[in-house]
């Protein structure tokens, strides 16, 4: 389509040659290349960022599809992303105002067995970001329901040029599996009392010893029904 023309202007008349016209209508050409070319290069840019929209869709549905949760912190240790199964897990989704030393508080993170918050140097997903990539399943997620045992994993994420961008971790819910490990570690704790024992007198107080060690208890008392 005709969209304007060409022209060149002086201040005195003038003849212009065959090589002048043939020069103005390279010049033509060349304004017609370059608009040209601009038409298209915005075209492909358009073309590539739908198509970069709908890869990003598909990803984040398959993030949101998977049976652990996912959580992202970008460089500077603010929360980015977290799927549908983290939300959750946590029993929120992401408080961007959050940092790396507010993660534990914010999140409801403990150490295992313990009122006491996780400590932000131990966190996987932090660690991450200091290019380490790390496993632990010694946290615990107080919720309003109880506490919930997890396991982590996390990553730093890198881009072309080597620099970390971003820290990505996956966690699931480990809790009926730890129960069922300090069950079987109490059953055989007491078997072995009970094996090495003279007598269920001398037993009683031993079991209740090997029930509070392996439960992590502090105290521990035995009722005898008369």
């Keep these: 389509h005709m969209i304007g023309t060409l022209c060149i202007m002086d201040r005195i008349p003038r003849e212009l040659t065959e090589a002048d016209k043939q020069l103005l209508r390279d ?5 017609h290349a370059e608009i040209t070319v601009l038409h298209l290069l915005r075209k492909e ?12 869709e598909i990803f984040y549905k398959f993030l949101n599809g998977l049976p652990v949760g996912v959580f992202v912190l970008d460089a500077q240790g603010k929360p980015f992303y977290a799927n549908q199964t983290a939300e959750q897990l946590l029993g929120q ?3 961007a105002e959050s940092g ?3 993660l534990a508080d914010d999140y409801h993170v403990y150490e295992e067995g313990t009122n006491h918050e996780y400590p932000v140097h131990k966190m996987p997903i932090v ?6 990539s790390t496993e632990a399943e010694d946290l615990e997620i107080h919720r309003p329901d109880g506490s919930m045992s997890v396991q982590v994993w996390a990553t730093p994420i890198y881009n072309q040029h080597g620099q970390i961008t ?15 490990e300090k069950r079987l570690a109490t059953q055989h704790a007491v078997t072995l009392v009970l094996s090495e024992a003279r007598n269920l007198a001398d037993a009683v107080p031993k079991i209740l010893h090997a029930v509070c060690e392996t439960m992590n208890w502090a105290v521990g008392t035995l009722w005898r029904v008369d």
Excluded: C, Y
């Excluded at 840019?45 to 990003?56: D, K, S």
């Excluded at 660690?127 to 380490?132: C, F, H, K």
């Design 166 to 180: 971003h820290a990505i971790a996956a966690f699931q819910d480990i809790t009926t599996r730890k129960r069922t």
């Design 45 to 56: 840019v358009a073309t590539t960022r739908i198509q970069l929209q709908e890869t990003e």
């Design 93 to 95: 989704g992401i408080n």
């Design 100 to 102: 790396p030393d507010k």
């Design 127 to 132: 660690r991450a970001l200091q290019g380490m």
């Design 27 to 31: 010049l033509g050409s060349w304004a």
